[in-house]
Nanobody, 125 residues
Framework: QVQLVESGGGLVQAGASLRLSCVAS????????MGWFRQAPGKEREFVGR??????????YYADSVKGRFTITKDITKKTLYLQMNSLKPEDTAVYYC????????????????WGQGTQVTVSS
């Protein structure tokens, strides 16, 4: 079983950048497909992107709403997942959650096995 702890959220202005981190513990990090979801007030949890399991850079997949602006990477040695967010927009405001599933990739919240506690990102206009 893996535990996930996010950090790096905050309040930024539109157009700024922010990097979120998710540190994993209690599992074999390389065996997990890792990713990010977000949830705005009154809305369902939304898929942001994911990276495949394995020791290499991993293949990534993103929601259309963030493609070209957000980048997911991972550091196997640090057991850490990153979400680099550039050109932030007010509509990116949400609680961002780290997610994991062993071996299999995911694209919906229902497919995820493990969640972090979330970190708030607020983008002002």
């Amino acid at each position: 079983q893996v535990q996930l702890v996010e950090s790096g959220g905050g309040l930024v202005q539109a157009g700024a950048s922010l990097r979120l981190s998710c540190v994993a513990s209690g599992g074999t990090f390389s065996s997990y497909s890792m990713g990010w979801f977000r949830q705005a007030p009154g809305k369902e949890r939304e898929f942001v992107g994911r990276i495949s399991p394995g020791y290499g850079g991993g293949s990534t997949y993103y929601a259309d709403s963030v493609k070209g602006r957000f980048t997911i990477t991972k550091d196997i040695t640090k057991k850490t997942l990153y979400l680099q967010m550039n050109s932030l927009k007010p509509e990116d405001t949400a609680v961002y959650y780290c997610a994991a599933k062993q071996w299999q990739v995911f694209a919906t919240a229902a497919e995820v096995n493990y969640w972090g506690q979330g970190t708030q990102v607020t983008v002002s206009s």
